[in-house]
Each structure stands twice: as structure tokens, then as C-alpha cells.
């Protein structure tokens, strides 16, 4: 099962408050641990959204939004994928991460859609062009 465990943001992450030498320290043996158990598959923190844009979608129209956005909680500031066996193994290993905000925190985890979720939508052609584009960022071409 491939899920993304999201770092919510939070006041200080979208100050751009910059994270303790002890916590980049114990999120690096974290994340070392992750790799070494098979788990993680990518990673990285978010600039605040100061640094974004988001692109506003209506028919065939396209809106640029510049940032900061509003309403923090609901704004992601660090991501992980993830390969486990189940949500349970999950929250398992967010339960040992280390707090990643100096203050209170969320991290949430989603499970990724598989292709067979998608039903009747997925086509051959469909199909032929996720696996190229898969092929493509693994390096084959």
C-alpha cells in the first residue's frame, strides 16, 4: 500500500522558521530508519506558501493565485511517500517520528490511488501512458 504522509503546517512553518539542529538531526535518523526498513520512497519539506502560486482551474480557463494563503491547517509544509503494508503499519511509523513544529502538530496519511481503483476509466491507452511515464522517471527512457 502506497501512502503520502503529509506535515501539516503550522504559524511557525509558514514563517519560515527554520527547524533546531536537534530536530534535523533526529529527522534525519528517522528518516534513515524509513530507508533502511524498506519504507520510504521520497521526502521533503515545503517552503511556506509565501513561495507558491496555485492555479485556479474553471473549463478552460486558468487563474494564477499567488501566495501566502490563508487558513495554515489546512496547508501542507512536508510530505513522505511511503510503501507499507497497511494504514495500521503507517501510523505505526508516524506514531515514532519526531514532532516537526516546535509546537503542536498534525501529520496526516492518505493512501495513493491504485489503478484499479479508477474502474472502467482505465484504458490501454490509459495505461500504456502511466507505465511510460513511469519508465521515463526511473530512468529507462
Not at 486558468?62 to 510530505?79: C, Q, S, Y
Request: hydrophobic share 40%; aromatic share 6%.
Amino acid at each position: 500500500m502506497r501512502v503520502m504522509v503529509i506535515v501539516k503546517a503550522t504559524q511557525d512553518s509558514e514563517q519560515g522558521v527554520m527547524p533546531s539542529v536537534e530536530l534535523m538531526e533526529a529527522m534525519g535518523r528517522f528518516n534513515e530508519e524509513l530507508a533502511k526498513a524498506g519504507i520510504m520512497r521520497s521526502g521533503d519539506g515545503l517552503k511556506p506558501s509565501r513561495h507558491g502560486k496555485r492555479v485556479a482551474f474553471d473549463g478552460d480557463g486558468r487563474t494564477v493565485i499567488d501566495g501566502p494563503f490563508a487558513h495554515t491547517i489546512e496547508l501542507v509544509a512536508g510530505f513522505w511517500l511511503w510503501e507499507v503494508k497497511d494504514m495500521e503499519e503507517a501510523v505505526a511509523w508516524v506514531k515514532r517520528c519526531p514532532n516537526p513544529m516546535p509546537g503542536p502538530s498534525e501529520i496526516e496519511i492518505r493512501p495513493l490511488y491504485e489503478m484499479e481503483d479508477f474502474g472502467d476509466a482505465v484504458t490501454p491507452e490509459s495505461i500504456a501512458g502511466h507505465e511510460n511515464a513511469r519508465r521515463i522517471l526511473e530512468g529507462g527512457g
